[in-house]
């Protein structure tokens, strides 16, 4: 079966909803017909595109609406202020090995979206951060691809 302009449409939003993004978009496009190449290399994208539109829009809600609540100003800061100054030494050493790490374990809340919360949240650069995270969706949806297909067993 074929694959029309309704179903890319359809998996590459489901690629960048939180949760679901490449670790349920691969197999479900892969039953619905699409070859697994395809698939991986289309969820894969709208995956990662989802990064740089998270950053966009924390900055922007952060900046024109949170930072005027108080009690919001206040707990965005206290995590800015935790994490800079007691990890510091370990942020700056480990900060794209761990993202990479983080996102490339294909199991739910390591994804996309948690990655570039915590990735704004501890004022990494945004451009490494969307190449990073990039590297750890394309290893996830590698492995989900091959998990997909029977050629890696995720199982003991």
Known sequence: MTLDIFDWTLLAVLSMVPFWEGRYTIPMAIRMGADPLSAYLWCAAFNILASPLIFFSLRVVYTRWLCHIAPVRAIYEACVRR??????????????????????????????????????????????????????????????????????????
């Open 83 to 156: 994490v800079s100054s007691e990890n510091s030494k370990v942020l700056e050493r480990w900060q794209e090995l761990g993202l990479i790490v983080f996102v490339a374990i294909p199991v739910p809340v390591t994804g996309v979206w948690t990655a570039t919360l915590l990735s704004w949240l501890f004022q990494l650069d945004e451009r490494k951060s969307i190449l990073v995270i990039g590297t750890g969706v394309l290893i996830a949806c590698a492995i989900t691809t091959l998990a997909t297909l029977g050629v890696l067993s995720i199982y003991a």
